[in-house]
């Protein structure tokens, strides 16, 4: 595989970004039918990567060679873990991207929208691809300042008041993240994270160190909304529009806050058993207490919002487990089958919560409320958000055959064998929670007494086609259980972190 091709998932969406206004102005429809397009071909290109995945791919922006034996060029890095994000990232990305047609026309400044989609979508393959600190740092701030104008682009008072605390929050998490940059140079003189792994391994449990992963876990657990950061994403993820609602969602507090933190842990630092307690004991309490705070709410959006960050608990504390095992020497089985179901779940989410929040958007569009005490029959007028939103319910739910089961119970039977067993028994409860908040959510939007006033209708067929799309992957996504799929997709994302020492040689050619 040519190297080169790495560089097209940040530089196609770039260059899409600042075309769309100039386009914009000529054919009212470039943006809308340009993003899709340019999506549909980032989903084709990681598919073609995956089927040929010929290891870790390195390329050197410029041709910039080690001068001796320092790295100084900016470095891209695909290997297993980014292009599974990548794959995550672009198809969400597109299935969006294609829904927002339709919606997007209730809005005024589309050409806008999609400016800020595309550059925020840019910037996470960017972070994911970004092998130095100092590039992940701008790709992640180009991907959370779009973020931030999405979430404000309604411009209603809700809306803009959610952006200012997301702004706020998110500077917060930005400082933090420099910071600890910053002590990381301080220390060893180089920003390529392959080198910096060079540099630290053998340093074990330094203080220095574990007060750099803590500041780090700080930062980044605050763009991923663990307990106890969250304060930001409730009012983030309801204000903004449906299509960005599933995207914040689904994918940008992955690869802005979990995949960064694991890729650091896992790649950058030496294992420590500490660090891996902090993180597990954030997961597990982000999976428990975010999903008691789902469950009382009643407006939809806001009871996904708490939903993502239980569910991103689980992705936690799933990976968490396998750390620690890891750091206290443990067998590698033990840990591959934690981090697996971590990631299993990763993309899980992605699917089911995306498909959600389309799922509220596609209600508020046809109802125009997001308050569940003011729906009911919506079964009657929209069939096709009823079983797409039902097999999404179902899925987050953790009910066979759909893919939420399969990764939970991946991440229980491994905090069994690994003698987590408070953590198994959490997981057990904040999925019935989480099956009793969705049994309401169905209750009360499709079957509850119908307003005699406004019957509702369904939704236009692009926004169908993407929820429809969703809710078959909840299905298909079940079949990674299986060696023969899991070993294409799932086993060389595990086998990076499993294997974290490699990750500086494979990079480094050494």
């Given at each position: 595989?040519?190297?080169?091709?790495?560089?097209?998932?940040?530089?196609?969406?770039?260059?899409?970004?600042?075309?769309?206004?100039?386009?914009?102005?000529?054919?009212?429809?470039?943006?809308?039918?340009?993003?899709?397009?340019?999506?549909?071909?980032?989903?084709?290109?990681?598919?073609?990567?995956?089927?040929?995945?010929?290891?870790?791919?390195?390329?050197?922006?410029?041709?910039?060679?080690?001068?001796?034996?320092?790295?100084?060029?900016?470095?891209?890095?695909?290997?297993?873990?980014?292009?599974?994000?990548?794959?995550?990232i672009n198809l969400l990305g597109f299935l969006s991207a294609f829904y927002a047609i339709s919606y997007m026309r209730r809005y005024t400044g589309e050409k806008y929208f999609y400016t800020l989609m595309c550059l925020m979508i840019a910037g996470m393959n960017g972070v994911v691809l970004a092998g130095d600190l100092f590039n992940l740092y701008v790709f992640l701030e180009i991907s959370v300042i779009s973020s931030y104008a999405l979430v404000?682009?309604?411009?209603?008072?809700?809306?803009?008041?959610?952006?200012?605390?997301?702004?706020?929050?998110?500077?917060?998490?930005?400082?933090?993240?420099?910071?600890?940059?910053?002590?990381?140079?301080?220390?060893?003189?180089?920003?390529?994270?392959?080198?910096?792994?060079?540099?630290?391994?053998?340093?074990?449990?330094?203080?220095?160190?574990?007060?750099?992963?803590?500041?780090?876990?700080?930062?980044?657990?605050?763009?991923?909304?663990?307990?106890?950061?969250?304060?930001?994403?409730?009012?983030?993820?309801?204000?903004?529009?449906?299509?960005?609602?599933?995207?914040?969602?689904?994918?940008?507090?992955?690869?802005?806050?979990v995949y960064v933190i694991i890729r650091l842990l896992f790649n950058m630092f030496p294992p420590d058993n500490s660090v891996a307690v902090v993180f597990t004991t954030i997961g597990a309490l982000s999976m428990i207490i975010g999903v008691i705070l789902a469950i009382g709410q009643w407006d939809l959006k806001r009871l996904l919002a708490y939903h993502s960050i239980s569910q991103m608990g689980y992705v936690v504390t799933g990976i968490g487990m396998g750390m620690i095992l890891l750091a206290r020497g443990g067998e590698n089985p033990a840990a591959a089958l934690a981090i697996g179901g971590g990631l299993f779940h990763m993309i899980n989410h992605a699917v089911f919560k995306g498909l959600l929040f389309l799922n509220a958007g596609a209600i508020e569009y046809a109802a125009g409320t997001r308050d569940m005490t003011k729906m009911g029959g919506l079964a009657r007028y929209m069939p096709v958000t009823l079983s797409s939103s039902f097999s999404a319910s179902m899925a987050i739910s953790g009910i066979p055959p759909f893919n939420g089961f399969f990764s939970k119970l991946i991440i229980i039977i491994a905090a069994v064998q690994g003698g987590f067993y408070l953590l198994a028994v959490l997981a057990v409860i904040a999925g019935i929670i989480t099956l009793a908040s969705f049994m309401k959510f169905q209750r009360y939007?499709?079957?509850?007494?119908?307003?005699?006033?406004?019957?509702?209708?369904?939704?236009?067929?692009?926004?169908?086609?993407s929820m429809i799309s969703l809710a078959v992957l909840c299905l298909l996504l079940s079949l990674l259980v299986f060696p023969g799929i899991r070993q294409v997709l799932l086993d060389p994302a595990v086998n990076v972190l499993v294997e974290s020492t490699e990750y500086a040689r494979l990079v480094l050619n050494l």
């Open positions: 595989m040519e190297s080169w091709l790495i560089i097209l998932f940040v530089i196609i969406p770039l260059f899409t970004a600042f075309l769309i206004p100039l386009g914009g102005k000529l054919l009212p429809w470039f943006g809308r039918t340009a993003v899709s397009g340019i999506m549909l071909f980032l989903v084709a290109l990681a598919v073609h990567i995956i089927l040929r995945m010929p290891g870790t791919v390195v390329y050197m922006a410029g041709g910039w060679e080690p001068v001796e034996g320092i790295p100084v060029a900016i470095y891209l890095v695909l290997d297993g873990l980014s292009l599974f994000l990548l794959l995550i404000a682009f309604g411009v209603e008072k809700t809306e803009l008041e959610a952006s200012y605390k997301y702004q706020v929050l998110g500077g917060l998490a930005s400082l933090l993240v420099l910071f600890g940059i910053i002590m990381i140079y301080w220390q060893t003189k180089t920003l390529n994270i392959a080198d910096i792994s060079m540099i630290m391994q053998g340093s074990g449990q330094d203080p220095f160190n574990i007060f750099i992963q803590l500041i780090l876990i700080a930062g980044f657990g605050i763009k991923a909304a663990l307990i106890p950061f969250h304060a930001w994403l409730p009012d983030a993820h309801s204000s903004a529009p449906s299509p960005i609602s599933a995207m914040l969602s689904g994918v940008l507090i992955k690869a802005v806050g939007a499709f079957y509850n007494k119908p307003e005699p006033d406004s019957p509702a209708r369904e939704v236009p067929v692009v926004m169908r086609a």
